[in-house]
Each structure stands twice: as C-alpha cells, then as structure tokens.
C-alpha cells in the first residue's frame, strides 16, 4: 500500500503494509532513527512524534491513520521552542543514558507550544506518558520550566 506523508514538511511516499506503525515507517522506511522504539505499546513515549502539533505515540498509530497530516519528529523539530528546550536540556544535563530523550523533548515542546507558563502540576501531567528509566525527572521538570522562562 503506497501513501504519501507529510514528514518534516517534505513529502515522502511509502509502501508499506496496511496497519504499519508510524513509528517503523519512519525508522525502516524512511530512514528517521530519533524517534525510538520502547515498549510498543504507548507506555513509556520513547515513540512521541507530533501529528498537527499534538504528541501522539508512534508505536501504535498505524501510518495510513496519519496520511494528510502534518507529522514532526525529533529530527524536523525546529522553531524557538525547540532551540530553547535542546538548550535547556543541555545546560542541566538532563540526558543520561539518552535513550527517552527524543520522546521526552518532543512532549515537552508540545507543552511549551500550547502552554508558555506551565506549574508543575502541568509539567507532571503532560510529560507522565514519557517514562526515563534514569529517573532524570527533576531534572526534566527543570529543563521544561528553563525552557519557558527563556521563551
């Protein structure tokens, strides 16, 4: 089945079987390998793209559900937002192993985009999807409330 997304703003079109996770199009298809593969079933957000600007786990959208969307992952992330959050990241050390990051950014940077000011009640509640198996979440609540100051 041939379909055409919209990834990072270029088209690209894919074959690939009906019911096909975004999340192994993406990787195996297209060749975007920063969004992760973690649990495989919307768990721990190692997966989270954005589709029309909201974060949606990769690993269980089928990639047809997604055609005429406009689909962002951590490598076409761009914008102020994303540039503050990278660098907020950065300053207090909030990778360790790594491996969530991407989900863990791409969650943060949709709370930032629809709310600048976030408590952290809200910084709790919009980043509980993403698990860190390092633990870094102070940090990551840190990192987020850097980021939003800064912007």
């Given at each position: ?98 491996y ?26 919009a ?13 990551i ?11």
């Open positions: 089945m041939a379909i055409t997304l919209k990834i990072n703003g270029k088209s690209e079109t894919v074959t690939a079987a009906e019911g096909t996770p975004l999340l192994w199009v993406l990787r195996d298809h297209i060749g975007l390998t920063g969004t992760k593969f973690g649990c495989g079933v919307a768990q721990c957000g190692a997966c989270t793209v954005h589709v029309d600007g909201a974060p949606i786990r990769s690993c269980i959208t089928a990639h047809e559900d997604v055609e005429g969307s406009d689909i962002v992952t951590i490598e076409g992330l761009s914008g102020k937002a994303a540039n503050v959050i990278r660098a907020a990241w950065e300053a207090i050390d909030v990778p360790q192993c790594g969530c990051q991407s989900g863990q950014i791409m969650s943060a940077a949709a709370l930032i985009n629809e709310n600048p000011n976030p408590s952290d009640q809200d910084i709790d509640d980043m509980s999807g993403n698990i860190c198996r390092c633990a870094t979440y102070l940090r609540r840190s990192a987020i409330k850097d980021a939003a100051k800064a912007i």
